[in-house]
């Protein structure tokens, strides 16, 4: 296995979901058995957001979290999608092409660490499945927190690693033993599922990322387990 920070390096992230992007979506449902529509569509009833609402998905990926918030905020609200990706970006277009929702999502090229957008723009920045792969996961939420108004929602929804000791068993034979047998179906390691055990194995603690969005100044921090805590969302308000 290579070191997590190895594989945090910027252009190794984003070489590896532009290879997989047309496939992203249905990989992902496979390896969660198809929970992680429901884990976004939690994220997204939490996520404080209303009609008329200017949300900012950050490491929007194929869309579908950006697709599923774009409900809420209706057709006077907006949704920034933005992504280093330019492939994952190409399927996004694609997802949202097949809604009605083309006119509320905008998607932009652009780095979580450096979101070109002024202070205080959104009322609620979302990152799906993202923080396990930034660079710096403090850095990224502070550039959330820097561009929501005050009273904002900032929150995540990412994999996560279970504590109740069966489902902890059972998520790392899967994980660690069944996942990698995929290898026979062509997955190498160049490729993100490879190495997902190992991500998944260094991914801080529910706790840690709770404490981070303490430190980058949010209030009324809280986090939900989901699924056993295979996965989690927290969320805090500016
Ligand atoms: C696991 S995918 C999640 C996609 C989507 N949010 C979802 O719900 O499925 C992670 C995405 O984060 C993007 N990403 C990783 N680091 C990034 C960064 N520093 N800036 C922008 N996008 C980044 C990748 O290109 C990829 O599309």
Same mark, same amino acid.
């Given at each position: 296995?290579e070191?997590?920070?190895?594989?945090?390096?910027?252009? $190794?992230v984003?070489?590896?979901f532009g290879s997989i992007a047309?496939?992203?979506?249905?990989?992902n449902?496979?390896?969660?058995?198809?929970?992680?529509?429901y884990?976004?569509n939690?994220?997204?009833e939490?996520?404080?957001?209303?009609?008329?609402?200017?949300?900012?998905?950050? !490491?929007c990926?194929t869309?579908?979290?950006?697709i599923?918030?774009?409900?809420?905020v /209706?057709?006077?609200g907006?949704i920034?999608?933005?992504d280093?990706?330019?492939?994952?970006?190409q399927q996004a277009?694609?997802n949202?092409?097949?809604t009605?929702?083309?006119?509320?999502i905008?998607?932009?090229?652009?780095?979580?660490?450096?979101l070109p957008f002024?202070?205080?723009?959104?009322? !609620?920045?979302?990152? /799906?499945f /993202?923080?396990?792969?930034?660079?710096?996961?403090k850095r990224?939420?502070?550039e959330?927190?820097?561009?929501?108004?005050? /009273?904002?929602t900032?929150?995540?929804v990412? +994999?996560s690693k279970?504590?109740?000791?069966?489902?902890?068993? +059972?998520?790392? +034979?899967? $994980?660690?033993?069944l996942?990698?047998l995929?290898?026979?179906?062509g997955?190498?390691k160049?490729?993100?599922y490879?190495?997902?055990?190992a991500?998944?194995r260094?991914?801080?603690?529910?706790?840690v990322?709770?404490d981070? $969005?303490?430190?980058?100044g949010?209030e009324q921090?809280n986090?939900?387990?989901?699924?056993?805590?295979i996965?989690?969302?927290?969320?805090g308000i500016?």
């Amino acid at each position: 296995m290579e070191p997590l920070d190895k594989h945090r390096q910027e252009d $190794f992230v984003q070489q590896l979901f532009g290879s997989i992007a047309k496939r992203y979506d249905l990989l992902n449902a496979i390896f969660t058995l198809n929970q992680d529509t429901y884990w976004r569509n939690f994220a997204t009833e939490k996520a404080n957001v209303a009609a008329g609402h200017s949300v900012l998905d950050v !490491c929007c990926g194929t869309g579908k979290l950006s697709i599923a918030l774009a409900e809420k905020v /209706g057709p006077n609200g907006r949704i920034i999608g933005l992504d280093f990706s330019e492939n994952m970006l190409q399927q996004a277009k694609e997802n949202i092409k097949k809604t009605s929702y083309k006119q509320t999502i905008t998607l932009m090229q652009g780095n979580a660490l450096y979101l070109p957008f002024a202070d205080n723009s959104f009322d !609620c920045a979302t990152i /799906g499945f /993202g923080l396990r792969n930034v660079a710096n996961i403090k850095r990224a939420l502070s550039e959330m927190v820097r561009v929501i108004k005050p /009273g904002g929602t900032v929150l995540s929804v990412e +994999l996560s690693k279970p504590s109740a000791p069966i489902i902890k068993q +059972l998520y790392y +034979l899967y $994980f660690e033993h069944l996942l990698p047998l995929l290898g026979n179906l062509g997955f190498n390691k160049n490729q993100p599922y490879y190495n997902l055990p190992a991500s998944l194995r260094t991914l801080p603690e529910h706790s840690v990322i709770q404490d981070l $969005f303490i430190q980058v100044g949010l209030e009324q921090v809280n986090y939900y387990q989901l699924t056993g805590g295979i996965a989690a969302v927290h969320l805090g308000i500016k």
